[in-house]
């Protein structure tokens, strides 16, 4: 399916491996020119090496950082002219139960996952302005809205993530702007592979498709909601969760 992303800029947090790089990988192969932002720029290097694409550039970036964030995406629009769609991805955990958690732990992971996400779309958004378009996309996580123990700060932040998608749909909708999240379920990653096939088996019990998700499958409905195949959706979270959690 062609979806008529050929050409368009595309910049994609949190990048350099599982769900990330597989939407980068997707969004080239549809044509997109796409920046890949990640802490760790050798490894943003190997995912460029492993596409192979001219369309790729890489930058190291901390989202919380909203000038540094600002002076890439500045780049990025000197080069391409255009910013058109931005994929938040970037995200971390510091599991603890509530008595174990400190301070700290709760403050990282809100300020990565829902102000790193603030951070990105502000910057990016005066842009599409300029252009009256643009699509983001947020990747949340079904944790946000059935919780999980020893992870209350994370699901905090995703659920904050959720609201502010939807607050921000009719707050830039208007301007022709489209804005929507993506909750993964469970999803097959590099740490997946290290569960022992018990805790796996315990996953999948847990989902009516009996089966772990994969990042590709995230991707394609990223690329999905990137393109004007989807110009009016806007505002939704779309779970992919092997139906959990309807269980």
């Given at each position: 399916m062609d979806l008529k992303l050929n050409n368009k800029v595309a910049i994609v947090t949190g990048s350099s491996r599982?769900?990330?790089?597989?939407?980068?990988?997707?969004?080239?192969?549809?044509?997109?020119?796409?920046?890949?932002?990640?802490?760790?720029?050798?490894?943003?290097?190997?995912?460029?090496?492993?596409?192979?694409?001219?369309?790729?550039?890489?930058?190291?970036?901390?989202?919380?950082?909203?000038?540094?964030?600002?002076?890439?995406?500045?780049?990025?629009?000197?080069?391409?002219?255009?910013?058109?769609?931005?994929?938040?991805?970037?995200?971390?955990?510091?599991?603890?139960?509530?008595?174990?958690?400190?301070?700290?732990?709760?403050?990282?992971?809100?300020?990565?996952?829902?102000k790193g996400y603030y951070n990105t779309i502000k910057i990016v958004s005066r842009f599409m302005l300029k252009n009256r378009s643009g699509k983001i996309v947020n990747i949340s996580s079904v944790i946000g809205q059935i919780g999980n123990s020893g992870q209350s700060n994370y699901a905090a932040s995703k659920a904050g993530v959720e609201g502010m998608t939807r607050a921000l749909a009719v707050e830039l909708g208007s301007k022709n702007i489209n804005i929507n999240c993506i909750a993964p379920g469970y999803i097959k990653t590099e740490m997946t592979n290290n569960l022992d096939s018990k805790v796996i088996d315990d996953m999948k019990s847990n989902i009516p498709l009996n089966k772990l998700g994969l990042s590709v499958d995230v991707a394609n409905l990223v690329c999905y909601l990137s393109s004007e195949l989807s110009s009016y959706i806007t505002g939704q979270v779309i779970n992919i969760d092997g139906g959990m959690t309807i269980k």
């Open positions: 599982g769900i990330g790089k597989s939407i980068a990988e997707k969004l080239v192969h549809h044509g997109c020119k796409v920046v890949i932002l990640s802490r760790k720029i050798d490894e943003l290097n190997k995912v460029k090496e492993q596409i192979d694409s001219d369309h790729i550039l890489c930058y190291a970036c901390n989202t919380t950082n909203q000038s540094e964030f600002k002076e890439i995406v500045q780049e990025v629009y000197d080069k391409w002219g255009s910013v058109d769609i931005l994929i938040n991805n970037a995200g971390i955990t510091r599991d603890k139960l509530l008595l174990r958690l400190n301070e700290d732990d709760w403050d990282k992971v809100i300020n990565v996952n829902l």
